[in-house]
Each structure stands twice: as C-alpha cells, then as structure tokens.
C-alpha cells in the first residue's frame, strides 16, 4: 500500500466581539462546492501556517492579520481518498478590514453551537466541537 501525500492547510476562527465566528462557503467549480468551511488554505513551499493564514485571508476576505494574533486552537487529520489532510486552526480576533469575499464565496456569522447545523468538509466539522469549548455554548441567534 503506498502512502498518500500530506497536504498542509491552515485554517482559522475568526471570531467576532460576540463570540460569532465566520465561515465561507466553497464557491461552486471548487472541490466539495457548497459545503461551509473556516477560511484558510494550502502552505506553499516554505511557508508556515501563520504566514499562509494572513496571506489567504488577504486573498479570501481581504483582510489584514498579523501573525502575532493567530493562537493555535486545535487540528484536524483526515484521509481524503487521495491525500490526507493536515489542518491547524487558528482562533483570531484581530484584523483589519471587513471581511469582503473576493471568490464569490457567501459568509456567514454564526456562534459555535449553530456551525453543526452546516454542511462542512469531513476535516472541518470535528473543529467545532474545539470552537464550542473555546467559546461556551451561546444560544443567540
């Protein structure tokens, strides 16, 4: 049996002075369109998660995060079919800008409780059970 590749991703929780976090859905032509995801991406060569993660935000919503204001939060290791995946998630709570999607991509703000009503990639959905325990279990709408 050979071994898939790894394939390194950072991902963060953006989290607003409400407790909300955002996700973004995948805009459709992208692989596993439709399904709602924290905002992040691949790490190019050389480059370390915090670097990748304000660089795809910038890229992804337009906003500016120092690297200095990424805490790790948890992880995710998932075997898709043909690679497997290897996703640290950041909490933030500092940017600058508002977020403005720049793939076509809806976002929504939503506490932590309210992500498991979503469609998320198989990596993404065990997160928020760490999302949940970061933040506590606020019922707003």
């Not at 909300?20 to 995801?37: D, I, N, S, T, Y």
């Not at 905002?39 to 795809?56: D, F, N, Q, Y």
């Not at 950041?90 to 506490?111: A, D, K, M, S, V």
């Amino acid at each position: 049996m050979s071994a898939k590749p790894i394939v390194l991703v950072a991902a963060a929780a953006l989290i607003d002075a409400d407790g909300r976090v955002l996700v973004a859905q995948r805009p459709e032509g992208k692989v596993m369109a439709g399904l709602w995801e924290f905002p992040g991406g691949k790490l190019s060569a050389g480059e370390t998660p915090e670097a990748a993660l304000a660089r795809e935000l910038m890229e992804e919503l337009a906003l500016t995060v120092c690297e200095t204001c990424l805490y790790p939060v948890s992880f995710a290791s998932h075997a898709y079919e043909d690679f497997h995946l290897l996703m640290p998630l950041f909490q933030c709570r500092n940017w600058e800008g508002t977020p403005n999607p720049q793939e076509g991509q809806e976002i929504r703000w939503l506490f932590p409780n309210r992500l498991h009503s979503l469609a998320m990639p198989p990596a993404d959905a065990p997160l928020v059970a760490a999302l949940i325990d970061l933040l506590g279990q606020e019922t707003k709408n």
